[in-house]
């Protein structure tokens, strides 16, 4: 009986042991837990900083891209009106001198009535 005692008490004492270590090795998993998901933490926020810095630079992008457009259709225009100005300023002088042309005839005419 006495043995069978001795024996018990050296089991308690083994699981106690095992316990022990498996509670260290629990406290270290949950640290080591708490680790990992605070590194999650980070990272997910690094990962939405980064998808805002995307959306940014595609909204820069778009606009970059309609600027361009903007700019190619604002050289045509002018380059457009620069030929109206042009064909305008042509037509402005060929009428003064049929006007001229005009009044010349008709002074020639008064000076040979005269």
């Given at each position: 009986m006495n043995f069978q005692l001795k024996?018990?008490?050296?089991?308690?004492?083994?699981?106690?042991e095992d316990n022990d270590k498996l509670k260290n090795q629990t406290a270290g998993l949950r640290h080591r837990i708490y680790?990992?998901?605070n590194e999650a933490i980070k990272q997910n926020?690094?990962?939405?900083?980064?998808?805002?810095?995307?959306?940014?630079?595609k909204q820069q992008c778009?606009?970059?891209e309609n600027d361009r457009?903007?700019?190619e259709e604002l050289k045509k225009k002018l380059k457009f009106l620069?030929?109206?100005?042009?064909y305008t300023i042509i037509t402005i002088i060929?009428?003064?001198l049929l006007l001229l042309l005009e009044i010349y005839i008709?002074?020639?005419s008064f000076c040979l009535i005269l």
């Open positions: 024996l018990k008490d050296k089991n308690l004492n083994n699981l106690t680790e990992i998901e926020s690094a990962i939405h900083a980064y998808k805002d810095q995307i959306k940014f630079y778009s606009n970059a457009k903007e700019n620069k030929k109206y100005v042009y060929i009428l003064l008709q002074f020639s």
